[in-house]
């Protein structure tokens, strides 16, 4: 079964530092991998996805994340964070055969002044 | 585009009663996904449609909880009789069933339940 693992349930960073957050993953073939953002109220918002070919993909937002299979991993990056990024950020890895997600547990992000 | 509508935002009732979530999906997505979001458990999928057809409802807690998709248009989540541990925010998202397609999410609904 796949299975995503977000190591990190609270980050805190100062606004204009860079970010990283980590995203593990277990799965059995080729991933489909996405990252979410959910602001408080609000729904989940596409950040990036990955499904094939250059391993390190853009997103909006200034967001990027990088696909390495050697670490299983996809972790989310960003070079200078805005106060406005503080917000749970979910990864996700999709079944090849359909459209069904699993989430992993979500980054909870603070961002000081 | 409208995106995915949910309604109605917030619910608050009583134990015992009976619950109807809605939903609106995008026009033209023939997947759409009843989601859970608490907490404890975080992110959980309830049951999922493909072309108004129950895909897989493994995750229904309980046959409290049901769903239909009477159409390509509307979907709802009714349970019956709540209990306070239903209390969380309910998702609905829709997508495409081309490869693998980004779920897009509704604002969900707030549901407490006394």
């Known amino acids: 079964a796949q299975s995503v693992t977000q190591p990190d349930i609270h980050i805190t960073v100062s606004e204009g530092a860079s970010l990283e957050l980590r995203c593990n993953y277990s799965?059995?073939?080729?991933?489909?991998l996405f990252w979410y953002v959910q602001s408080p109220g609000q729904g989940l918002q596409l950040l990036l996805k990955y499904f094939s070919g250059d391993t390190l993909v853009q997103g909006i937002k200034g967001f990027e994340a990088e696909f390495k299979r050697s670490q299983s991993s996809f972790n989310l990056r960003k070079p200078s964070v805005h106060w406005s990024d503080a917000a749970e950020y979910f990864c996700a890895v999709g079944e090849t055969s359909g459209s069904r997600l699993t989430f992993g547990e979500g980054t909870q992000l603070t961002v000081n002044p | 585009d409208a995106g995915v509508i949910q309604s109605p935002r917030h619910e608050v009732t009583e134990m015992g009663q009976e619950v109807t979530l809605r939903c609106k999906p995008i026009?033209?997505?023939?997947?759409l996904f009843w989601y859970r979001q608490t907490m404890m458990r975080g992110l959980e999928l309830l049951i999922y449609f493909n072309n108004n057809v129950p895909i897989d409802d493994s995750g229904m807690p309980e046959d409290r909880f049901s769903a239909k998709m009477p159409n390509a248009s509307f979907s709802t989540l009714k349970i019956q009789p709540s209990e306070p541990r239903d209390s969380a925010v309910y998702f609905c998202?829709?997508?495409?069933?081309?490869?693998?397609?980004?779920?897009?999410f509704g604002n969900g609904t707030r549901l407490t339940v006394t």
């Open positions: 799965y059995g073939a080729t991933p489909y």
């Open positions: 998202a829709s997508s495409f069933s081309t490869g693998v397609s980004p779920l897009h």
């Open positions: 026009s033209g997505h023939d997947y």
